[in-house]
């Protein structure tokens, strides 16, 4: 069975601090994928990133960026100079072979909210 | 723009009523997902579709019910049955081939039982 754990419930930082939310999965797979997804307060959930488990280079994304460790099954995502706008719940999710039946059944960790203060 | 419609935003419902939930994609995504939000949770997969007329049961799929007549309508019937409906639903869609699994979600569906 697919597991997604996201240990930190809630994170506070002061605007301009950096942050970062751990993630660790557990799957029996060979080939998976990892997510981060964004919810804001109006409540859809935006797509931020998807990693396949063959690809491990970590990536940048403006002030995200994200590390892929297989060694330890993590997948951490850090936000650089925080900002008000940040402040959302932030999910990592695990899924299987796209190419298989399991596509789209993402397994999701709990989320952490993350509230940055002005 | 491309996008998924959920309807009601907001729904209330006595015990015991059957309530229907609306998805709608303009995406023209093959695949569509119904996923349940509770406070702590995360998002639990209730059914999904990957084409019209075929459906299967996801995670927590007791006391729920879908169809999938049209290639873009994804409706999520919440039962009499289902024991703890009061939750927030989130319908997704998602395209075959590379980016099959990533997932666009509608605004959601907030059911609150009285």
């Known amino acids: 069975a697919q597991k997604v754990t996201q240990a930190q419930t809630e994170i506070s930082v002061v605007e301009k601090e950096d942050v970062t939310l751990d993630c660790v999965y557990e799957t029996r797979d060979t080939t998976y994928y990892l997510f981060w997804y964004k919810q804001p307060p109006s409540g859809e959930l935006v797509f931020l990133i998807r990693?396949?488990?063959?690809?491990?280079q970590n990536e940048i994304s403006g002030r995200y960026s994200w590390n892929f460790q297989k060694s330890t099954s993590s997948f951490n995502f850090t936000i650089t100079a925080s900002q008000v706008v940040d402040s959302a719940v932030y999910f990592c999710?695990?899924?299987?072979?796209?190419?298989?039946?399991?596509?789209?059944?993402?397994?999701f960790g709990q989320g952490t909210i993350l509230t940055v203060h002005p | 723009d491309g996008g998924i419609t959920q309807s009601p935003k907001y729904l209330f419902r006595k015990e015991g009523q059957n309530v229907t939930l609306s998805c709608e994609q303009n995406l023209n995504h093959d695949a569509m997902y119904w996923y349940r939000q509770d406070p702590g949770q995360g998002l639990r997969l209730i059914y999904y579709s990957q084409i019209v007329n075929d459906f299967q049961k996801g995670d927590i799929a007791e006391g729920y019910s879908v169809s999938r007549e049209k290639k873009e309508s994804f409706p999520l019937t919440v039962t009499s049955a289902q024991k703890n409906p009061t939750a927030f639903y989130l319908c997704?869609?998602?395209?075959?081939?590379?980016?099959?699994?990533?997932?666009?979600f509608g605004a959601g569906s907030r059911l609150t039982v009285l």
């Open positions: 999710a695990l899924s299987g072979y796209a190419g298989g039946t399991s596509y789209g059944k993402l397994t």
């Open positions: 990693r396949n488990s063959f690809d491990e």
């Open positions: 997704a869609s998602s395209d075959r081939g590379s980016g099959a699994n990533v997932l666009t």
